[in-house]
């Protein structure tokens, strides 16, 4: 037998979320086309299965200086308005706008943090410009390079349907993606938007939207 | 038996429905309890930096009362390497038990100061040493230096083998010459820790918290693997007890994260952040992921795993409901975030913005500030006024800034 979730997912009987979107699985079935009212607060996290956390917490008196840092088993919360006074430092603020225009690609680290390349479509070239050895990278990266670790032509970014994939062009100093072992020249990795590039010496972090 | 299993708590438990995206911050704490398998046992190899610069400010005869604490606290089973270095690399001391007390005694005696820095060849010494320790026991490599290494490749590969077999490397610099960058490299892959010991006499009771720490280790090589619902991303994943430390994630979360070892002192037992994105809901409870932890025990060799735990948030129209945060949540969000503005502080002043270096400085000072962390918070006043004077900040304010606010937690020592 099977549970159909509110999104059309089949399930096993039994599961209380559904295992592909995560929505409540019992809701639909206790409480039919009515919206489930919010239950009580605290209950952050369940076991998957049924068994409750049996150990009660080693009660250790850790006096002093780490006593701060032990998390306390029952969680308790406190009013804290929305959105924050000071977004970058509590979590829980609204995101950037969802995905919309096209790729792009942030410098994540030196001076020049912050600054976006658009990555073109269907094919887009990282490196350095060079007139005199005919390098033309859609990406021109020649201004934030200050340790002149990238090649003129050191990576590429292929527009693969809705994939995107980023292979190392044979660069002198290499292309890692999220912090991997340099990438074989050739070698495509598909790319995933927060996903991390290292060319270089400079960290770059793929976006969408 | 004991009972591991790990706490899974959400920042703000429920979120406003039918909004825009949201971000959302999921606390993991690895909790061990009962009794420890009676086979358990520590091996450490301790490396000693010997080069003539050491024996400034008696810098090696702290290192050596260091050892000589190591010494008097073998437990049965327990394992003691000590590696001396100067532009050489030698084992003063084979891995031994308390059996071979001393011996070990003598050859820590006989450590004399003089020569250059080539870190590398100790550590592939040190790592070779433990080679031979039991696979059920916590291994770990602990560094003290107080200078430039000359072979920085070779501590850098060094790093990565032993992260591949498994065997953190903490890494300790006195004063303030060392290589703040590379022993954070080594200390991060390897899932170590790396501190700046104060003056020369804080060295052995540094020390010493290193290894009561890795006596207390419960779990070896844990993973933590983070599934996300459909439509949820994660950001980031961080240790933020008991040092800030960033772990790359993918944003598809998938795969499993390295951690480390896992302590069974609650007080110096890793904590996490979970940074996810939720998508737009309608009303209702979503388990918008589901964490365990794969670990191995110390005295056990067989990898095991906690039940998986669901993340649950409840998306309602209810904005007082909405508004509940978890307050020792919220003072790890901003512990990290005082880090990662004194981090982005140096960054600035690397390259000359000594504006935004000064902003950054004061809202991390900010942070520190309301926390109540007086120490930090002094260092931070202090940094900000030196950069005020001259534009620029020496080494020696930079390294315990960086250090400093990394580091939320202390390690305790021998009791005294």
Redesign the interface.
């Known amino acids: 037998m099977a549970v159909t979730c509110s999104n059309g997912h089949e399930n096993l009987d039994g599961m209380t979320f559904c295992e592909e979107c995560g929505v409540e699985l019992t809701a639909l079935t206790d409480r039919a086309p009515a919206p489930a009212p919010p239950p009580p607060v605290p209950m952050a996290t369940e076991p998957d299965a049924a068994p409750a956390p049996a150990v009660a917490g080693t009660s250790d008196p850790a006096g002093g200086s780490g006593a701060e840092t032990v998390v306390s088993v029952d969680q308790v919360l406190v009013p804290e308005p929305l959105p924050p006074a000071a977004p970058e430092l509590a979590s829980a603020a609204p995101v950037a706008a969802p995905p919309s225009g096209g790729a792009y690609i942030e410098v994540a680290s030196g001076p020049f943090t912050g600054r976006r390349f658009t990555v073109t479509e269907p094919s887009c070239t990282l490196g350095r410009w060079d007139m005199d050895s005919g390098a033309f990278p859609e990406v021109d990266l020649s201004d934030v390079d200050s340790d002149a670790k990238i090649s003129r032509k050191h990576a590429k970014i292929t527009k693969d349907g809705g994939r995107f994939l980023v292979e190392d062009l044979g660069s002198l100093n290499g292309t890692s993606h999220n912090r991997s072992p340099r990438l074989l020249p050739g070698d495509q990795r598909e790319l995933h938007p927060g996903d991390e590039l290292i060319v270089g010496r400079l960290f770059l972090r793929f976006g969408v939207g | 038996m004991q009972?591991v299993?790990i706490?899974?708590?959400?920042?703000?438990?429920?979120?406003?429905s039918d909004?825009?995206?949201?971000?959302?911050?999921v606390?993991i704490?690895p909790?061990?309890?009962?009794e420890a398998a009676p086979t358990g046992a520590a091996s450490v190899a301790l490396v000693v930096d010997v080069s003539g610069s050491m024996s400034v400010e008696n810098k090696l005869e702290h290192a050596k009362s260091a050892a000589q604490l190591f010494i008097d606290h073998l437990r049965p089973g327990d394992r003691l390497a000590i590696v001396a270095f100067d532009q050489d690399a030698r084992a003063v001391a084979p891995l031994g038990t308390s059996a071979d007390a001393s011996a070990m005694r003598a050859a820590v005696a006989a450590m004399n100061p003089g020569g250059g820095t080539q870190m590398g060849k100790a550590m592939k010494v040190a790592r070779q040493l433990m080679s031979g320790r039991g696979a059920e026991s916590a291994g770990r490599v602990i560094i003290l230096t107080d200078g430039e290494t000359a072979d920085e490749d070779m501590c850098r590969s060094e790093a990565r083998a032993a992260s591949q077999a498994g065997l953190p490397i903490s890494t300790y610099g006195v004063g303030t010459d060392w290589n703040t960058e590379l022993l954070t490299y080594i200390a991060e892959t390897t899932k170590g820790r790396v501190r700046h010991i104060q003056g020369a006499a804080d060295v052995a009771g540094d020390l010493a918290g290193e290894f009561r720490d890795l006596q207390d280790t419960a779990l070896t090589n844990a993973e933590i693997e983070v599934a996300p619902?459909?439509?949820?991303?994660?950001?980031s994943l961080h240790r933020v007890?008991?040092d800030v430390v960033n772990y790359?994630i993918?944003?598809?979360g998938d795969g499993a994260v390295t951690v480390g070892d896992i302590s069974r002192?609650?007080?110096?037992a890793p904590?996490f952040l979970l940074?996810l994105?939720l998508p737009?809901r309608?009303?209702?409870?979503?388990?918008?992921?589901?964490i365990l932890m794969r670990y191995r025990e110390v005295g056990l060799t067989d990898v095991r795993e906690t039940?998986?735990?669901?993340?649950?948030?409840?998306?309602?129209a209810?904005?007082?409901?909405?508004?509940?945060?978890?307050?020792?949540i919220?003072?790890l969000?901003?512990l990290r975030?005082a880090s990662g503005m004194v981090a982005a502080a140096e960054?600035a002043m690397k390259?000359?913005?000594t504006a935004r270096a000064t902003t950054l400085l004061t809202s991390a000072r900010a942070?520190t500030g309301r926390l109540g962390q007086a120490q930090v918070t002094t260092k931070l006043d202090q940094a900000i006024e030196e950069l005020a004077k001259s534009g620029d900040l020496s080494k020696e304010t930079r390294t315990t800034l960086l250090s400093g606010t990394r580091q939320?937690?202390?390690l305790?020592g021998f009791g005294g």
């Not at chain 2, 619902?229 to 950001?235: A, F």
């Not at chain 2, 309608?282 to 589901?290: E, I, L, N, Q």
Request: proline share 8%; aromatic share 4%.
């Open positions: 009972t299993d706490i899974v708590r959400s920042y703000r438990p429920s979120v406003l909004s825009e995206a949201f971000s959302q911050t606390l704490a909790r061990v309890s009962g619902s459909q439509g949820v991303t994660v950001r007890v008991p790359p993918g944003a598809s002192n609650p007080a110096s904590q940074d994105v737009t309608p009303a209702g409870a979503v388990r918008v992921a589901k039940e998986p735990m669901n993340v649950v948030v409840h998306y309602t209810d904005r007082g409901e909405v508004a509940m945060v978890d307050p020792e919220k003072r969000i901003d975030a960054k390259a000359g913005d942070v939320t937690s202390k305790d």
